[in-house]
């Protein structure tokens, strides 16, 4: 039996459906721009917090993720010369009054380790923010998988930092500090 609402309607198929259009050449390059800024301002940021820890296994941790983000900057700059873009080679302004933020919190609260780690917390969210974002996009399959990789790193990274954060933060709340 077929109804009326069933007759009425065109048949589609998988053939005519149109996925969302991948993300022009230049809206690529220059989210992949965006990103070299963040992990250009995450090189630096905890480069200059591993200069005022006193830990050495967190000053350790804190230079690996600095290397880390230039290695990251080196991917992200290659693709977007793939693409026939000029890469960015430096952080935002944004970031750099951040971190002079973090420098002059730092230096007023004696090297404060859990401050340290609280505005390294922060400056890792602004980077999931950004890297969720230029996920959302249609990226080519091969942008797509370096983006959705190092992504995956930071959210690591952010949660070893929480962990990190909290784990300071009941210490000294215990009394034991740091």
């Not at 077929?2 to 065109?10: A, F, I, R, S, V």
């Not at 919190?105 to 780690?117: P, Q």
Request: proline letters at 2%; a negative charge; hydrophobic letters at 30%.
């Amino acid at each position: 039996m077929n109804n009326d609402y069933e007759g009425t309607q065109p048949i589609t198929t998988d053939a005519e459906y149109t996925p969302e259009k991948t993300a022009s050449n230049d809206d690529v390059i220059s989210t992949l721009n965006g990103l070299i800024q963040t992990c250009k301002d995450g090189e630096d940021g905890f480069r200059e917090a591993a200069e005022v820890v006193e830990s050495s296994e967190t000053k350790t941790f804190f230079a690996e993720k600095s290397r880390e983000r230039s290695h990251f900057v080196g991917e992200l700059q290659t693709l977007v010369r793939t693409l026939g873009g000029d890469p960015e080679s430096e952080g935002t302004i944004t970031a750099a009054l951040h971190r002079g933020w973090m420098d002059l919190k730092t230096a007023i609260a004696g090297n404060d380790l859990h401050g340290v780690l609280v505005e390294c917390e922060r400056g890792e969210d602004s980077a999931k923010n950004t890297y969720r974002e230029a996920l959302s996009m249609k990226l080519p399959a091969n942008v797509s998988d370096v983006v959705q990789s190092q992504y995956n790193s930071i959210l690591t990274t952010h949660d070893v930092v929480k962990t990190l954060r909290d784990a300071g933060k009941n210490a000294s709340t215990a009394g034991s500090g740091f």
